[in-house]
């Protein structure tokens, strides 16, 4: 079946702009993650969906992020006001979640590389 | 908090040569599951594997194998006769199941296979 789907592949955007990174998640994958990736900080956690719970956001940097998961599946990542510092591979996650998950894995996408001008 | 660290930051072998690579992980929880990712060129991460922390035994696919020994909180990966294929980044990473939010990551170690 189809993995995870991330989009755009590749985002260049001038400082200052707000961008928005799409993730579809595996069919019938209840928890979505986001990670970022970038130079000297290898890979780290951003947000965490599970179902209809408050999502886990203790990984985004600042108040400039912020994420939405609508009906359970598509996730948007919302970067306002880009920073240079912002410039990373963002990627996503997804796996079976819940009581039904005993094997915690997780399924990445190709991720998104943003650059910030 | 928990912690992964993969202490060497880049290998380079000739191609048929064994490598190891390393991982030590810090958590104060008992129930836990470890787990390497490959990560080649075109940058897509790739499952390799899954440990639960109450399973030590050693694991071998094909080429690859698992040593996982919670005495030394380590959990090191070893390609023999490796291949030009072979050349990636590889992640260790941990996740608590009692909470089975985030993966920690290592930083990663660059193989590189030559001929």
């Known amino acids: 079946g189809a993995g995870v789907s991330q989009s755009p592949s590749n985002k260049v955007t001038e400082k200052g702009k707000d961008v928005e990174l799409r993730c579809d998640p595996i069919?019938?994958?209840?928890?979505l993650y986001w990670y970022r990736q970038s130079l000297g900080q290898g890979l780290e956690f951003l947000i965490y969906?599970?179902?209809?719970?408050?999502?886990?956001k203790s990984g985004l940097p600042s108040d400039r992020f912020s994420a939405e998961r609508t009906g359970g599946s598509v996730s948007t990542l919302t970067i306002q006001r880009t920073q240079q510092e912002d410039s990373a591979v963002y990627l996503c996650?997804?796996?079976?979640?819940?009581?039904?998950?005993?094997?915690?894995?997780?399924?990445f996408g190709p991720g998104t590389r943003l650059t910030v001008t | 908090a928990q912690k992964v660290t993969q202490a060497q930051t880049e290998i380079s072998v000739v191609e048929k040569e064994d490598v190891t690579l390393d991982c030590v992980y810090e958590?104060?929880?008992?129930?836990?599951?470890l787990f390497w990712y490959k990560q080649p060129p075109s940058g897509e991460l790739v499952f390799l594997i899954r440990?639960?922390?109450?399973?030590?035994q050693n694991e071998i696919s094909g080429r690859y194998s698992w040593n996982f020994q919670k005495s030394t909180s380590s959990f090191n990966f070893t390609i023999t006769a490796s291949q030009v294929v072979d050349s990636a980044v590889y992640f260790c990473?941990?996740?608590?199941?009692?909470?089975?939010?985030?993966?920690?990551f290592g930083t990663g170690t660059r193989l590189q296979v030559t001929l």
């Open positions: 996650a997804s796996s079976l979640g819940g009581l039904r998950d005993f094997s915690y894995e997780q399924y």
């Open positions: 069919s019938g994958h209840t928890a």
């Open positions: 969906f599970q179902g209809n719970s408050a999502p886990d």
């Open positions: 958590t104060r929880d008992t129930t836990y599951y």
């Open positions: 440990r639960n922390s109450f399973d030590e």
């Open positions: 990473a941990l996740i608590l199941t009692g909470t089975a939010s985030k993966l920690t």
